[in-house]
């Protein structure tokens, strides 16, 4: 497309002064240019007030854009599913704005859709959130219905039923896809005997059968209570402006009975290492997922394993990505993560790999898992500080980006100071505690690894390399 | 009902709409290369958007997938910096990038905290000016594979992925640019040589065929001269040609299916739409959130929400330069019913819901609804400065105006419910379009 340039003179153009260098003097580029001192983060405060009913609530202003944002967390979610019960947190999350208070499910939409906002509803393993989200002109509409969504669900038996064969189609069509399997699989060879982790937050097939509306109405009697939940606003408000609208839909809600907390079982110790495969014919690559059980969220080695796993597959340069993706072209991208929650999530290196390298991509993922416990150069390993302090500001650059980071700080109970101690504490990892923390968190010789993909072609590959004892499962297995 | 009768502008109920302003910034150097700079002070990063003036459209027959596997290339260093060397230096400074490749364009940036801008500019000017001092067979070689890889994974091993491959090529005849996959074909990435690299390079990758945009935490004055010294020794070079684009047209129902290892089938209605900007593109925006946009839109509430006989649909205007799909998109629940015949008769319902679009128009709560969701899109691309400077570099591509925010949703708020009747009716028949099924291969 052709077009004629206009120069704006709105910001003074005008004034500013002649080119500093001509075209033939050009730039050094002998090396990268020295940079300057990087910003430090500069965080508007965290408001704290409390509602009349003892509801904490915590503003922050931010005045960029029109919108407000404003969360209740309920600090219970699928880690409190009852055993057989698994997804009964999670579809009570979806069923919240299936009807509430006078409001059908399509009054609700249709009431949010024409306020031009969005209101979520979700769960995750140790939370359970309702999310309003929308231009601040509209926050007194948006509020109305967001409180009686979170507070008033009618939980209609006919509406349930809806919801729950749309979940059952999902985890149907789960069986489509080469990643969810491998997600599936993983969970399970980790989180033996019916741990609440080794099932998909969202149940199974069969769990999913195994509760009715009467089990939501009562998990959300017992989890949704002013003293396990708080609300965080951020957005174009202000506390004086927001106080009054919150206490007006959130504080009668009343404290019926203390909410236990919940703590799950250790996972079962790892046994020796074990090869799990998955078959799905035809398969162009082949899902790979290896790792064991790793932390919790209240570990004291956060910012060390922060550091560490940014080294091995947090980022682009990480080692995995190099070795998988650059090195070798094995893969489109290669990472890994610490999944930590209210107990020890897992730990997990992951690919999807062209067939017919499927070994020799194992070959390279052991290599780098091995390499990961010796020591870390200086250089790598101030380049993964760096990766994580400095590029921290940007979690902040949005309304749900600084929400986020309060819903975790709410959940996970982390001190006030844990936004400005973020970028110093990862700074002051040192190499040792680097090499420490991967020994003792990433050990080869336990680790359950999972391969979804076309066995015809990889199992015989895979069983001659002698990774560890062979283990074939059917899909049923994965699933059920 | 009133909106069956009474036509109403979208923004008629409105108080007198806020009015966005993005102040910026533009000027060209020397060598051809325009910058657009808009400042946000309200965090200590930058986003440093270059957008060049090619895609998949400006590849040959023979080599699909070049213009995607170029910017692949684009991060393997170049003249002043070693493979390798483009991502340690950025994340050593906290920095990120990506880049995307569709049809039209190729769209790469970099996000820095404020400090490090100055990388960010040496980076991008060193890969305009010297990329081809690095190029290599071998590189070539690498990347290949990586893409290959992510053909795999995006399109072969995921679950209806194929169909995307497929649509276009029934949509386009064979010499239409928009016939093959931005993605390519494999054995045209098998083909492709570290020759057609530094063809494409000098034809396309100039300073005239870029445009960078950089919105954040900066001074432009200041600013303005650091871009000046860092692509001052970039040469000029010519803009990229224009596309030739043979007619095109559907005229009757073609029908077509294909199998996928899933286990439920999809069917995928299309037809030949209005480009990007034109008269019809804002209105068939219009219908697709009409018809599937949240659960009160008229498909997903028929379909999904009380025949449950959906899992899912969606409608989509996709708008591109040359020309933009429409395209209707529904998933049937398990049922009895033969593949084929659960999609005959989501198909039939799909057909009665846009008879009833194009014989009456929406309600004043239907456009009312449409226009405040667009509003607020509006202000989300808004804050992050990735969004901004993406915007600003999009909008000036399309309509020479990087603020043109205003305008567009101008080209909204103008719109009356009969001119969405009318847009369904003149470019949605039902007796012109792609009726494509996915259909589940046997169980083995």
New interface residues.
């Given amino acids: 497309?052709r077009?004629?340039?206009?120069?704006?003179l709105?910001?003074g153009?005008a004034?500013?002064?002649a080119?500093?260098?001509?075209?033939q003097?050009?730039?050094d580029?002998?090396k990268?240019?020295v940079?300057?001192?990087?910003?430090?983060l500069?965080l508007p405060p965290i408001v704290k007030r409390t509602l009349t009913n003892g509801l904490p609530v915590w503003i922050v202003e931010?005045h960029?854009?029109?919108?407000v944002d404003v969360t209740l967390v309920v600090k219970s979610g699928s880690s409190s599913d009852p055993i057989a019960k698994y997804g009964l947190a999670n579809l009570t999350a979806d069923m919240l704005d299936e009807g509430a208070g006078t409001r059908t499910?399509?009054d609700i939409?249709?009431a949010i859709?024409?306020?031009?906002?969005s209101l979520r509803t979700s769960s995750d393993w140790d939370s359970s959130v309702v999310n309003l989200h929308?231009?601040v002109s509209k926050l007194d509409d948006g509020l109305g219905v967001m409180s009686d969504v979170a507070l008033r669900p009618t939980m209609l038996g006919t509406e349930f039923e809806?919801m729950r064969?749309?979940r059952l189609?999902?985890i149907?069509?789960g069986?489509?896809?080469?990643s969810t399997l491998a997600a599936m699989a993983f969970s399970k060879a980790l989180y033996s005997g019916n741990h609440r982790y080794g099932a998909p937050a969202g149940g199974t097939e069969t769990s999913v059968t195994e509760f009715n509306v009467a089990d939501l109405k009562a998990f959300h009697a017992k989890v949704f209570q002013p003293s396990n939940a708080q609300l965080i606003v951020v957005g174009d408000i202000t506390a004086a402006s927001i106080m009054p609208k919150l206490e007006k839909q959130f504080g009668l809600w009343k404290n019926t009975a203390p909410v236990a907390k919940v703590t799950l079982p250790a996972a079962q110790p790892a046994g020796p290492r074990t090869v799990y495969l998955v078959n799905?014919?035809?398969?162009?690559?082949s899902q790979i997922r290896i790792g064991l059980v790793g932390v919790a969220r209240s570990t004291p080695d956060f910012y060390t394993l922060d550091v560490v796993n940014t080294i091995l597959g947090g980022?682009?340069?990480s080692r995995l990505n190099?070795n998988l993706?650059?090195?070798?072209?094995?893969?489109?991208g290669a990472s890994s993560s610490f999944s930590m929650r209210q107990s020890a999530g897992p730990f997990q290196a992951a690919a999807?790999?062209?067939t017919d390298k499927t070994t020799e991509a194992l070959k390279e993922f052991f290599k780098e898992l091995d390499a990961i416990r010796e020591p870390i150069s200086a250089a790598e390993l101030?380049?993964?500080k760096?990766?994580q302090?400095?590029?921290?500001?940007?979690s902040?650059?949005?309304?749900s980006g600084m929400a986020s980071e309060l819903v975790s700080m709410a959940v996970y109970g982390l001190p006030e100071t844990f936004f400005n101690e973020y970028v110093p504490k990862v700074q002051a990892v040192t190499a040792a505690q680097a090499q420490a923390a991967a020994q003792k968190y990433i050990q080869p010789d336990r680790f359950a690894i999972v391969v979804v993909g076309d066995l015809s072609k990889i199992e015989k590959s895979i069983r001659d390399a002698n990774f560890a004892t062979v283990k074939v499962l059917t899909v049923d297995e994965v699933v059920k | 009902m009133l909106g069956a009768l009474v036509s109403v502008p979208l923004g008629a109920h409105q108080s007198a709409p806020k009015a966005i302003n993005v102040p910026y910034n533009m000027f060209t150097l020397k060598n051809g290369l325009t910058v657009i700079l808009h400042e946000d002070h309200s965090v200590p990063v930058a986003s440093v958007n270059v957008w060049y003036k090619v895609g998949s459209a400006d590849e040959k027959p023979g080599r699909t997938g070049f213009a995607h596997l170029f910017e692949h290339l684009m991060f393997e260093g170049s003249g002043h910096v070693k493979e390798g060397d483009f991502d340690n230096f950025l994340e050593a400074a906290g920095g990120s990038n990506n880049a995307s490749t569709s049809n039209d364009v190729t769209d790469y940036y970099i996000d820095v905290p404020s400090n490090a801008i100055d990388l960010a500019l040496f980076l991008e000017s060193d890969r305009l000016a010297y990329l081809l001092d690095v190029v290599t067979p071998a590189m070539v070689d690498g990347q290949r594979d990586v893409v290959k890889n992510e053909r795999r994974q995006s399109y072969e091993n995921a679950p209806y992925g194929m169909a995307e491959v497929r649509i276009p090529e029934i949509l386009y005849p064979k010499n239409h640019p928009y016939h093959w996959p931005v993605v390519g074909y494999m054995e045209d990435l098998t083909a492709a040589s570290a020759e057609d690299v530094k063809d494409f390079f000098r034809r396309f990758y100039t300073p005239s065929n870029a445009v960078v945009a950089i919105a954040g935490d900066f001074n432009s004055a200041e600013l303005r001269k650091r871009i000046e010294y860092w692509f001052a020794d970039v040469k000029p070079g010519p803009s990229a040609p224009p596309i030739e684009v043979p007619p095109v047209e559907i005229t009757k129902v073609i029908k077509e299916s294909m199998t996928d290892q899933v286990q439920l089938p999809r069917l995928y209605l299309t037809w030949l739409t209005p480009r990007e900007m034109s008269p019809g593109d804002a209105e068939l925006d219009v219908v697709a959130n009409v018809l599937a946009g949240g659960k009160t839109s008229r498909l997903y509430k028929r379909l999904v929400y009380d025949m449950q006989v959906a899992q899912n649909v969606s409608a989509a205007q996709d708008s591109n330069q040359l020309g933009s799909q429409f395209r209707i998109t529904v998933t049937p629940k398990p049922s009895a019913d033969a593949p084929e015949l659960a999609l005959d008769k989501l198909k039939t319902i799909i057909d009665e819901e846009l008879q009833k679009l194009k014989d009456t128009p929406p309600t004043d709560r239907e456009m009312q609804r449409v226009m405040n969701g667009l509003e607020s899109t509006f202000y989300s691309q808004m804050e992050r400065v990735n969004g901004q400077a993406r915007q600003l570099n999009s909008y000036f591509a399309k309509t020479g105006n990087p603020d043109y925010f205003n305008e567009d949703l101008a080209r909204y708020r103008a719109l009356s419910a009969n001119d969405i009747s009318a847009a369904a009716r003149r470019w949605l028949p039902a007796d012109k379009r792609l009726e494509f099924s996915v259909l589940p291969a046997a169980k083995k």
């Fill in positions: 497309m077009h004629t340039l206009t120069l704006s709105a910001l153009l004034l500013i002064a080119p500093a260098l001509t075209a003097q050009g730039p580029r002998t990268a240019p940079l300057g001192p990087a910003p430090s500069r931010m960029k854009v029109p919108l499910a399509l939409a249709d859709a024409f306020l031009g906002g929308l231009p809806r064969k749309t189609t999902s149907l069509q069986r489509d896809n080469a799905k014919a035809g398969a162009a690559q980022s682009f340069t190099q993706r650059e090195v070798h072209g094995y893969a489109y999807g790999v062209q101030a380049r993964g760096n990766y302090a400095l590029g921290y500001p940007r902040f650059e949005t309304l």
